[in-house]
């Protein structure tokens, strides 16, 4: 089992920064990641892939958040981060961090527990 624990959410005014960050732990050696990425929802929408970054380095971006958001991992703290800047109310969602890949029982996700971003106007 892996578990992932996300920290770094919070109220910021329109033009500020937050970063996201995402600690995997548990059985995680037993599992092979085949990418690990950082999704929203908004009130009232679906959720929505924010940033992706692949096993090996490949990284994508939704075009909404292109050039304001870099997504990015500690392999030695087994982390992954997402550095958000130029915030826009639009970015307001709760933010759940997900990994995806293979476990001893097969595909699957794993996903945070969700982490408010708040920017006002």
């Known amino acids: 089992q892996v578990m992932l624990v996300e920290s770094g959410g919070g109220l910021v005014q329109a033009g500020g920064s937050l970063r996201l960050s995402c600690a995997a732990s548990?059985?995680?050696?037993?599992?092979?990641?085949?990418?690990m990425g950082w999704y929203r929802q908004a009130p009232g929408k679906q959720r929505e892939l924010v940033a992706a970054?692949?096993?090996?380095?490949?990284?994508n971006y939704a075009d909404s958040v292109k050039g304001r958001f870099t997504i990015s991992r500690d392999n030695a703290k087994n982390t992954v981060y997402l550095q958000m800047n130029s915030l826009k109310p639009e970015d307001t969602a709760v933010y759940y961090c997900?990994?995806?890949?293979?476990?001893?029982?097969?595909?699957?996700?794993?996903w945070g527990q969700g982490t408010q971003v708040t920017v006002s106007s």
């Open positions: 548990g059985n995680i050696f037993s599992f092979s990641i085949n990418a």
């Open positions: 997900n990994v995806n890949g293979r476990g001893p029982y097969g595909p699957r996700d794993y």
């Open positions: 970054i692949t096993s090996g380095g490949i990284t």
